[in-house]
Protein backbone atom coordinates (compact mmCIF):
# COMPACT_ATOMS: atom_id res chain seq x y z
CA UNK A 1 0.00 0.00 0.00
CA UNK A 2 1.42 3.25 -1.04
CA UNK A 3 0.49 5.25 1.80
CA UNK A 4 2.27 9.05 3.36
CA UNK A 5 2.26 7.04 6.51
CA UNK A 6 4.36 4.23 5.76
CA UNK A 7 6.18 5.83 3.33
CA UNK A 8 7.66 9.40 4.80
CA UNK A 9 11.37 8.12 5.19
CA UNK A 10 13.00 5.30 3.93
CA UNK A 11 13.45 3.20 7.21
CA UNK A 12 10.52 4.18 10.34
CA UNK A 13 12.13 4.88 13.66
CA UNK A 14 8.57 5.43 16.27
CA UNK A 15 9.46 6.65 19.49
CA UNK A 16 7.37 4.14 21.55
CA UNK A 17 5.19 6.63 23.70
CA UNK A 18 7.37 9.74 22.86
CA UNK A 19 11.14 9.36 24.01
CA UNK A 20 9.89 7.75 27.64
CA UNK A 21 13.69 6.87 28.64
CA UNK A 22 13.79 10.95 29.82
CA UNK A 23 10.41 12.10 30.35
CA UNK A 24 7.15 10.15 30.98
CA UNK A 25 5.35 8.35 28.67
CA UNK A 26 2.44 9.39 26.32
CA UNK A 27 2.80 12.77 27.18
CA UNK A 28 3.57 16.46 25.63
CA UNK A 29 7.17 16.48 27.20
CA UNK A 30 7.67 13.09 25.98
CA UNK A 31 6.62 13.67 22.41
CA UNK A 32 8.26 17.00 21.81
CA UNK A 33 11.58 15.54 23.17
CA UNK A 34 11.00 12.33 20.27
CA UNK A 35 10.38 15.73 17.70
CA UNK A 36 13.55 17.68 19.34
CA UNK A 37 15.22 14.50 18.39
CA UNK A 38 14.27 14.04 14.53
CA UNK A 39 11.62 11.54 15.07
CA UNK A 40 9.06 11.71 13.06
CA UNK A 41 6.77 8.78 13.93
CA UNK A 42 5.38 8.50 17.48
CA UNK A 43 3.43 5.06 18.70
CA UNK A 44 1.09 6.24 21.32
CA UNK A 45 -2.22 4.52 23.17
CA UNK A 46 -5.78 5.65 23.84
CA UNK A 47 -8.67 5.54 25.65
CA UNK A 48 -11.77 7.03 26.36
CA UNK A 49 -12.97 8.78 29.57
CA UNK A 50 -16.27 8.49 31.12
CA UNK A 51 -17.79 10.88 28.89
CA UNK A 52 -16.39 9.70 26.00
CA UNK A 53 -13.51 12.15 25.58
CA UNK A 54 -10.30 10.53 24.14
CA UNK A 55 -6.71 10.67 26.19
CA UNK A 56 -3.51 9.42 25.60
CA UNK A 57 -3.16 6.74 27.99
CA UNK A 58 -2.07 3.04 27.82
CA UNK A 59 -2.71 1.16 31.24
CA UNK A 60 -6.45 0.18 32.70
CA UNK A 61 -5.63 2.28 36.03
CA UNK A 62 -3.69 5.21 36.95
CA UNK A 63 -1.86 3.16 39.35
CA UNK A 64 1.62 2.96 37.56
CA UNK A 65 1.91 6.60 37.23
CA UNK A 66 0.11 8.29 39.83
CA UNK A 67 -0.24 5.86 42.33
CA UNK A 68 -3.58 6.26 42.68
CA UNK A 69 -5.68 2.56 42.00
CA UNK A 70 -8.39 4.00 39.68
CA UNK A 71 -9.49 2.71 36.69
CA UNK A 72 -9.32 4.84 33.84
CA UNK A 73 -12.89 4.50 32.44
CA UNK A 74 -14.66 5.81 35.79
CA UNK A 75 -12.92 9.22 35.50
CA UNK A 76 -14.50 12.22 33.36
CA UNK A 77 -12.31 14.61 31.42
CA UNK A 78 -12.61 17.09 34.15
CA UNK A 79 -11.14 14.71 36.56
CA UNK A 80 -8.66 13.61 34.43
CA UNK A 81 -7.69 17.35 33.52
CA UNK A 82 -6.85 18.07 37.41
CA UNK A 83 -4.48 14.27 37.37
CA UNK A 84 -0.88 14.63 37.37
CA UNK A 85 1.42 11.98 36.70
CA UNK A 86 4.57 11.36 38.25
CA UNK A 87 6.87 14.38 37.51
CA UNK A 88 3.87 16.45 36.83
CA UNK A 89 3.15 16.13 33.43
CA UNK A 90 -0.69 16.39 32.50
CA UNK A 91 -2.67 13.15 31.07
CA UNK A 92 -2.70 14.72 27.09
CA UNK A 93 -6.24 15.00 24.99
CA UNK A 94 -5.54 12.80 21.60
CA UNK A 95 -7.02 16.24 19.49
CA UNK A 96 -5.27 18.77 21.18
CA UNK A 97 -2.60 16.42 20.24
CA UNK A 98 -2.43 16.22 17.23
CA UNK A 99 -2.91 19.67 16.91
CA UNK A 100 -0.17 20.45 18.46
CA UNK A 101 2.27 17.89 16.63
CA UNK A 102 0.57 18.69 13.54
CA UNK A 103 3.47 17.23 10.98
CA UNK A 104 3.89 14.15 13.02
CA UNK A 105 2.66 10.77 12.28
CA UNK A 106 1.14 8.78 14.90
CA UNK A 107 0.69 5.38 15.33
CA UNK A 108 -2.35 4.71 17.87
CA UNK A 109 -3.55 1.49 19.51
CA UNK A 110 -7.05 1.87 20.65
CA UNK A 111 -6.91 -0.22 23.99
CA UNK A 112 -10.76 -0.54 24.42
CA UNK A 113 -14.11 -1.14 22.38
CA UNK A 114 -15.56 2.49 24.24
CA UNK A 115 -12.67 4.12 22.13
CA UNK A 116 -13.32 3.26 18.79
CA UNK A 117 -15.96 5.37 17.94
CA UNK A 118 -14.68 8.95 19.39
CA UNK A 119 -11.34 7.92 18.05
CA UNK A 120 -12.58 7.41 14.63
CA UNK A 121 -14.62 10.87 15.59
CA UNK A 122 -11.37 12.90 15.81
CA UNK A 123 -9.26 11.46 13.36
CA UNK A 124 -12.70 12.56 10.66
CA UNK A 125 -13.23 15.89 12.45
CA UNK A 126 -9.48 16.55 11.98
CA UNK A 127 -9.29 14.89 8.54
CA UNK A 128 -5.74 13.63 9.16
CA UNK A 129 -5.75 10.36 7.59
CA UNK A 130 -2.44 11.09 5.87
CA UNK A 131 -0.75 10.52 8.97
CA UNK A 132 -2.32 7.93 11.41
CA UNK A 133 -2.31 4.34 11.39
CA UNK A 134 -4.75 2.10 13.36
CA UNK A 135 -3.78 -0.54 15.61
CA UNK A 136 -5.05 -2.46 18.11
CA UNK A 137 -4.58 -6.30 19.46
CA UNK A 138 -8.07 -6.94 18.87
CA UNK A 139 -8.85 -7.96 15.18
CA UNK A 140 -12.51 -6.77 15.27
CA UNK A 141 -11.65 -2.97 16.84
CA UNK A 142 -9.45 -2.76 14.28
CA UNK A 143 -12.25 -3.65 11.29
CA UNK A 144 -14.64 -1.41 13.22
CA UNK A 145 -12.07 1.43 12.78
CA UNK A 146 -11.83 0.63 9.13
CA UNK A 147 -15.37 1.08 8.45
CA UNK A 148 -15.82 3.85 10.96
CA UNK A 149 -12.77 6.15 9.44
CA UNK A 150 -14.08 8.48 6.42
CA UNK A 151 -10.70 8.27 4.32
CA UNK A 152 -7.62 6.25 3.33
CA UNK A 153 -5.95 5.13 6.76
CA UNK A 154 -3.18 3.24 7.49
CA UNK A 155 -3.72 -0.38 9.62
CA UNK A 156 -2.10 -2.72 11.04
CA UNK A 157 -2.87 -6.15 11.47
CA UNK A 158 -4.41 -7.54 15.02
CA UNK A 159 -3.37 -9.49 17.02
CA UNK A 160 -5.31 -13.01 15.95
CA UNK A 161 -4.23 -12.31 12.57
CA UNK A 162 -0.85 -11.98 13.41
CA UNK A 163 -0.31 -14.87 14.86
CA UNK A 164 -1.96 -16.44 11.67
CA UNK A 165 0.40 -14.89 9.58
CA UNK A 166 4.24 -15.77 12.15
CA UNK A 167 2.64 -19.51 11.90
CA UNK A 168 2.54 -19.14 8.32
CA UNK A 169 6.19 -18.04 8.34
CA UNK A 170 7.58 -20.12 10.72
CA UNK A 171 6.17 -23.13 8.11
CA UNK A 172 7.83 -21.29 4.96
CA UNK A 173 4.76 -20.13 3.61
CA UNK A 174 4.31 -16.71 2.17
CA UNK A 175 1.16 -15.20 4.13
CA UNK A 176 -1.44 -13.26 2.22
CA UNK A 177 -1.63 -10.23 3.94
CA UNK A 178 -3.98 -7.33 3.18
CA UNK A 179 -2.76 -4.54 5.83
CA UNK A 180 -0.88 -2.06 4.72
CA UNK A 181 1.71 -2.88 7.56
CA UNK A 182 2.35 -6.18 10.56
CA UNK A 183 3.28 -4.55 14.05
CA UNK A 184 5.38 -7.78 15.94
CA UNK A 185 7.45 -8.12 19.32
CA UNK A 186 10.65 -9.38 18.82
CA UNK A 187 9.86 -12.28 21.77
CA UNK A 188 6.62 -13.79 23.19
CA UNK A 189 6.38 -15.26 25.87
CA UNK A 190 10.51 -15.43 26.84
CA UNK A 191 10.72 -16.72 23.63
CA UNK A 192 12.54 -14.87 19.90
CA UNK A 193 9.71 -14.93 17.57
CA UNK A 194 11.64 -13.13 14.46
CA UNK A 195 14.12 -14.41 12.64
CA UNK A 196 15.91 -14.29 9.10
CA UNK A 197 13.33 -16.41 7.76
CA UNK A 198 10.40 -14.68 9.24
CA UNK A 199 11.04 -11.75 8.06
CA UNK A 200 11.75 -12.73 4.34
CA UNK A 201 8.43 -14.33 4.43
CA UNK A 202 6.16 -11.50 5.54
CA UNK A 203 7.96 -8.69 3.05
CA UNK A 204 7.60 -10.93 0.03
CA UNK A 205 3.86 -10.57 1.13
CA UNK A 206 3.98 -6.57 0.36
CA UNK A 207 3.50 -5.51 3.73
CA UNK A 208 5.45 -3.61 5.76
CA UNK A 209 7.05 -5.28 8.91
CA UNK A 210 7.70 -3.38 12.22
CA UNK A 211 8.79 -4.72 15.50
CA UNK A 212 8.46 -3.39 18.84
CA UNK A 213 9.97 -4.96 22.10
CA UNK A 214 13.48 -4.41 22.53
CA UNK A 215 15.88 -1.61 23.60
CA UNK A 216 19.11 -4.06 23.48
CA UNK A 217 21.88 -2.27 20.30
CA UNK A 218 22.76 -6.19 19.17
CA UNK A 219 18.90 -6.77 18.43
CA UNK A 220 18.06 -3.39 16.86
CA UNK A 221 21.46 -4.17 14.67
CA UNK A 222 20.01 -7.52 14.27
CA UNK A 223 16.70 -6.43 13.61
CA UNK A 224 17.75 -3.35 10.96
CA UNK A 225 20.23 -6.11 8.92
CA UNK A 226 17.26 -8.79 8.76
CA UNK A 227 15.70 -6.23 6.73
CA UNK A 228 12.68 -4.59 9.07
CA UNK A 229 10.72 -1.41 8.03
CA UNK A 230 10.83 0.28 11.12
CA UNK A 231 10.96 -0.35 14.92
CA UNK A 232 9.57 1.14 17.82
CA UNK A 233 11.55 1.47 20.70
CA UNK A 234 11.93 3.58 24.56
CA UNK A 235 15.65 4.66 23.66
CA UNK A 236 14.99 6.78 21.04
CA UNK A 237 18.77 8.54 21.21
CA UNK A 238 20.45 4.80 20.78
CA UNK A 239 17.78 3.58 17.70
CA UNK A 240 19.17 7.11 16.00
CA UNK A 241 22.31 6.92 16.49
CA UNK A 242 22.50 3.51 15.11
CA UNK A 243 20.46 4.03 12.11
CA UNK A 244 22.95 7.18 11.65
CA UNK A 245 25.61 4.96 11.73
CA UNK A 246 24.01 2.75 9.18
CA UNK A 247 23.27 5.60 6.77
CA UNK A 248 19.46 5.07 7.37
CA UNK A 249 18.66 8.13 9.35
CA UNK A 250 16.60 10.56 6.61
Same mark, same amino acid.
Given at each position: $??? @????? +? ?13 ? @???? /? ?23 ? !? ?9 ? +? ?9 ? #? ?29 ? /? ?10 ? @? ?47 ? $? $? ?12 ? !??? @? #? ?6 ? !? ?36 ? $? ?11 ? +? ?5
Amino acid at each position: $MNH @PFLNA +RKFLPFAHRGENYLK @PENT /FEAFKTAVDLGYSHIETDVRASKDG !IVFIFHDPTLE +RLTGERIPFHK #LTSNDLGKIRLKGGAIIPKLDETLEEFHQIY /FNIDAKTWDVVS @PLALTINQLKIFHRICVASFNDNRVLKLRKLIEGPICFSAGAIKSIKIL $M $MAHLGVTPKIVEPC !IQL @P #LFFKGIKI !INKAVVSKIKKSGTKLHIWGTNKEHFINELIDLGVDGL $MVDDCILLKEILI +RKGLWD
